[in-house]
């Protein structure tokens, strides 16, 4: 099986899109967060009897996984990436509030 792919389609945009004022590194989060939406739901999706691989960090090896870990590890990142883009907007909050005053 391969892995699903990493390119976002146009009708898997999300309400997560970033405005123009964005930060650079809060439109990564979004990309990364879509990204990470599209795992898991390629995961959740695989019947149970499919082998799934994992690609080796900086390299072009895979590694059989198991796919319930994958999926976990998976919904972690995606919550952890949805904490930070969170905190990213807060931060944007607060000073966009501390500036009108």
Do not use: G, W
Request: net charge neutral; proline share 4%; hydrophobic share 25%.
């Amino acid at each position: 099986m391969e892995m699903p792919s990493s390119r976002a389609h146009p009708e898997d945009s999300t309400e997560l899109v970033p405005s123009d004022n964005s930060t650079p590194h809060r439109e990564d989060l979004s990309s990364k967060m879509k990204e990470q939406k599209i795992v898991v739901d390629e995961l959740s999706n695989l019947k149970k009897n499919r082998k799934v691989y994992k690609q080796q960090q900086n390299s072009n090896i895979f590694f059989l996984s198991d796919r319930t870990e994958m999926l976990s590890e998976s919904k972690n990142t995606l919550d952890e990436l949805k904490k930070e883009y969170q905190e990213i907007e807060n931060l944007e909050k607060t000073k966009i509030k501390k500036s009108s005053s």
